[in-house]
C-alpha cells in the first residue's frame, strides 16, 4: 500500500527474522511440547476457550462439561455451567473447585504460573492448538476428539466443516472481483479501530474470497480517518453487540456520517454487514459455515 | 533525638499507648483473618479436616494438598507481605514528605514498575518462543522490579546535589517523570494487540492470583529485609515532621534518612508491585487511617501500618476470590470498591479532629 506501511512491513520482517535465528538457537535446548493424551474416562471437563467448548458439543460429549471460560458463549446451554473465570487471567482454586479430571484449554490459556499450578494439581491438562485458518480448525476439532478420547467421532464434524469449505471455494472460484472489506471492531469515540493482518478478521474475510481493505499492519489498530478514505473499503463488516446496542452504537447513519467512512464506496451503497462475534471470529466447528454466509452476504446480488 | 520525642509526646498525649495497644489488637485480627483465609475459597475443602488427615497419616488428596499447600498458602503469604510492603511505604512516603497525599506513585516506582511489566507484556511476545520460556513467569515481575528502579534511582539522582537531596525536587521530578513514564507506557500499548491489551487492563487492577512459592522465595526475602529495617527509619521520620532544619537541630542525620527512606520504598513497592501487578489504594489509605485512630508516631505507625496493610489485603483478597466464584476479581477493584467509601466514611467521622 503506501510506502510507510511498507517500509514497517519489512523492518518488522527483518526483526522477527533475526528473533527468530536467536529463538531458534534456544528453542532447540527445549524440549517440543508433547501431543494430546487421551483421556476417555473424564467426565467432569473444564473447558477454557470458545471454540474448544464449541467442539467438545460439536461432538456430542457436552455431557461431560461442568465448567467453562467467560469466552464460552454457544452454544446457548453451555451458560448453564460455571464461569471460572477469562481465558487469560483464570483463577487456579476456581478452576479446581468445579472438581475437574481434564482441563482442556487452548492455546494461550493463563496465566502461565496458574496454568503450571493446575498442571501441578495432578488434574489432565490438555492444550489445545489455537489456529485461525482452515488447517489449524481442522488441528483443533482432531486434538479436543483426542484429548477427550473419541477420535472417532472427529470424522462427521471434520466432514461438516470439508463440505462447507469445499462449497465456498467453489463459489469463491466462480465470484467476480475480490470485494475490499473492512472489519471495524469498533468505532468509539470517532475513531475507527479496525483489523489488520494475522487476526480471526482477517482470515476470514480471506476465506470468504474477498480482501482485506487494510494492509500493512499487524492486529486491531486505530486508524486515521485519512488512511481509511484512502483504503476504500466497498463492504464494511461489524460484529453484532446484542440488538439493543449495535443499532445505538453504530447504526448505518451514524457510521456513514463519520468523514473518514463517507467517502468510502462502502457509504454509496450503505453496504455493512454485521454478523455475530462468536459465530464470525471463534474459528470453531462453525466457522465454514460463518465464511460462507459471509461471502453470500458480500456478493449478493453480483 | 529526644527533644524530638518529647516534642511529639506533647502533642499526642495519651495517644501512644493506644499505638501500643493497637499493635496487639491488629496483631490478633491478622493471625485470625490468616487462618479463616487459609481455610475458605472457591472449593469447599476444609484445612482444618485436611491438617487433622496429615496428622493423622492418611492420604490426602492430590488436589485438595495443591489447593491448601500449593494455591491458598503462598497467596496468603503474598497478601501478608504485598499488603505491608504497600502500607509501609505509603507511610514513609507520607512522612519523608510530610505529606499525606503521597504514596510511592509519587517516586515514580509504580509509573516505572508498570512500563517494566507493560514492555515485558507486549515486547514479550515479539521475542521468540524460546526466550520467553527461559525466562517463564518471571518476565513480567522481573521487568516491572527492574523499572521500578530504574525510576527511582534516576529520580534520586536528580534531586540529589552535592550530597544533598531536595525532597521538594524529588516530588516535583517524581511527578514530571511519572508523566513522562506514561507517555512511553501510552507508546507500547499502542503497539500492543487486542489479546495484550488485556493483560495489560488486568496487570493493572492486579491480582494474588499468580502467587506461587516461587513467587514467595524471589520476593519475600527483599520485602521482609525492607519491613525489618523500615522500624529504624521512626525517629528520623519524627524529627523530620518538625520541618528538615528543626530535624538537624535535635541531631537527625537527615540525609541518611532520606536515602534509607527511597530505598526501603523502593525496594517493597517496586517488589510488591513485581509480583502482584498494580495495588491501589492500600499505600495511601492505611497509614492514614491509623494516624486518625492513634497519631503520628512513626514508631508505631510503621509497625501498625505493615499489620493493617496485610489484614487490608488479605480481606480483600477473601473477597476477590469469593464474589465471583468460580471466578474472580482483580484485587485493586476490591480495595478501591470497598476500601473508598469506607475510607470517606472515616473521613466524615473524623471531619472536627481533621480541621482542628
Known amino acids: 500500500m503506501k510506502p510507510v506501511a511498507l517500509t514497517q512491513t519489512r523492518r518488522d520482517r527483518a526483526s522477527t527474522m533475526l528473533l527468530a535465528a536467536f529463538g531458534f538457537s534456544i528453542g532447540c535446548l527445549l524440549a517440543a511440547p508433547s501431543p494430546a493424551e487421551p483421556h476417555p474416562d473424564a467426565d467432569r471437563i473444564v473447558s477454557i476457550g470458545g471454540a474448544v467448548t464449541e467442539i467438545v458439543f460439536a461432538l456430542g460429549e457436552q455431557e461431560r462439561l461442568v465448567a467453562r471460560d467467560t469466552t464460552s458463549l454457544y452454544p446457548p446451554e453451555v451458560m448453564d455451567l460455571p464461569d471460572v473465570g477469562y481465558i487469560r487471567q483464570l483463577s487456579p482454586e476456581g478452576v479446581l473447585s468445579v472438581e475437574p479430571d481434564l482441563i482442556l484449554a487452548e ?5 502461565p504460573e496458574i496454568v503450571s499450578l493446575l498442571k501441578e494439581s495432578g488434574v489432565g491438562y490438555e492444550v489445545i492448538p489455537s489456529g485461525y485458518n482452515a488447517a489449524g480448525l481442522a488441528g483443533k476439532v482432531t486434538a479436543v476428539a483426542e484429548a ?24 469463491v472460484a466462480t465470484q467476480g472481483e ?17 483489523s489488520g493482518q494475522g487476526t480471526a478478521a ?69 453496504a455493512v454487514i454485521r454478523m455475530d462475534g462468536d459465530y464470525l471470529l471463534g474459528f470453531g466447528p462453525r466457522t465454514g459455515k460463518a465464511a460462507l454466509e459471509l461471502h453470500d452476504t458480500i456478493y449478493a446480488g453480483s | 533525638m529526644a527533644v524530638a520525642d518529647m516534642a511529639l509526646q506533647r502533642l499526642d498525649g495519651d495517644r501512644r499507648y493506644l499505638g501500643r495497644k493497637l499493635s496487639l489488637v491488629l496483631t490478633i485480627l491478622l493471625f485470625v483473618l490468616a487462618l479463616l483465609s487459609l481455610g475458605h475459597g472457591a472449593s469447599g475443602i476444609s484445612a482444618p479436616a485436611i491438617l487433622a488427615d496429615w496428622l493423622a497419616g492418611r492420604d490426602i488428596a492430590a ?14 503469604l503474598t497478601g501478608i507481605l504485598v499488603g505491608a510492603a504497600l502500607a509501609v511505604s505509603g507511610a514513609i512516603m507520607q512522612g519523608l514528605f510530610r505529606n499525606p497525599l503521597a504514596d510511592p506513585g509519587l517516586l515514580g516506582v509504580s509509573a516505572g514498575a508498570s512500563l517494566g511489566a507493560i514492555s515485558a507484556i507486549v515486547l514479550g511476545s515479539v521475542l521468540p518462543a524460546g526466550f520467553a520460556a527461559l525466562f517463564g513467569w518471571y518476565l513480567v515481575p522481573a521487568a516491572a522490579f527492574a523499572g521500578s528502579w530504574i525510576a527511582m534511582i534516576t529520580l534520586y539522582a536528580i534531586a540529589t546535589r552535592q550530597g544533598r537531596t531536595s525532597v521538594a525536587t524529588m516530588l516535583l521530578a517524581g511527578i514530571a517523570m511519572a508523566a513522562m513514564i506514561s507517555a512511553l507506557s501510552g507508546v507500547i500499548i499502542f503497539v500492543a494487540d487486542d489479546q495484550q491489551l488485556r493483560d495489560l487492563t488486568f496487570w493493572g487492577l492486579g491480582s494474588l492470583a499468580g502467587s506461587s512459592w516461587a513467587k514467595v522465595s524471589v520476593a519475600g526475602p527483599a520485602i521482609l529485609l525492607a519491613l ?16 528538615e532544619a528543626a530535624a538537624v537541630h535535635v541531631g537527625i542525620r537527615v540525609q541518611r534518612v532520606k536515602t534509607a527512606a527511597v530505598l526501603i520504598t523502593a525496594a517493597a513497592t517496586g517488589t510488591a508491585v513485581a509480583i502482584s501487578g498494580g495495588i491501589g489504594f492500600v499505600g495511601i489509605v492505611v497509614p ?44 485493586g477493584i476490591v480495595t478501591a470498591i470497598l476500601g473508598g467509601p469506607f475510607f470517606m466514611w472515616v473521613l466524615l467521622s473524623n471531619r472536627r479532629t481533621l480541621d482542628g
Do not use: C
Not at chain 1, 475480490?178 to 479496525?194: E, T, W, Y
Not at chain 2, 495443591?66 to 491458598?72: H, P
Open chain 2, 63 to 76: 488436589t485438595d494438598r495443591v489447593i491448601l499447600l500449593n494455591i491458598r498458602l503462598p497467596r496468603l
Open chain 1, 202 to 270: 482477517d482470515e476470514i474475510i480471506r476465506m470468504a474470497g474477498a480482501e482485506n481493505a487494510i494492509q500493512g499492519f499487524s492486529g486491531y489498530k486505530i486508524l486515521s480517518d485519512e488512511a481509511v478514505s484512502e483504503a476504500a473499503p466497498d463492504i464494511l463488516l461489524m460484529m453484532n453487540r446484542g440488538e439493543a446496542t449495535s443499532e445505538h452504537d453504530a447504526s448505518d447513519d451514524v457510521l456513514f456520517a463519520m468523514p473518514a467512512l463517507a467517502t468510502t464506496p462502502a457509504a454509496e451503497t450503505g
Open chain 1, 178 to 194: 475480490k470485494r475490499r472489506v473492512l472489519f471495524i471492531l469498533s468505532v468509539q469515540g470517532g475513531r475507527i479501530m479496525a
Open chain 1, 107 to 111: 492455546e494461550g490459556a493463563g496465566p
Open chain 2, 228 to 243: 525489618i529495617l523500615a522500624p529504624l527509619l521512626a525517629r528520623g521520620l519524627n524529627g523530620m515532621a518538625l520541618g
Open chain 2, 288 to 331: 492514614h487511617l491509623l494516624r486518625l485512630i492513634s497519631g503520628p508516631d512513626h514508631r508505631w505507625l510503621l509497625v501498625n501500618s505493615g499489620l493493617l496493610g496485610a489484614i487490608v489485603l488479605i480481606a480483600a483478597d477473601m473477597v476477590s476470590r469469593n464474589i465471583v466464584a468460580p471466578a474472580e476479581l482483580p484485587i
Open chain 1, 148 to 171: 477427550i478420547g473419541v477420535p472417532e467421532k472427529a470424522g462427521p464434524v471434520l466432514d461438516a466443516i470439508q463440505t462447507d469449505l469445499q462449497e465456498l471455494s467453489d463459489r
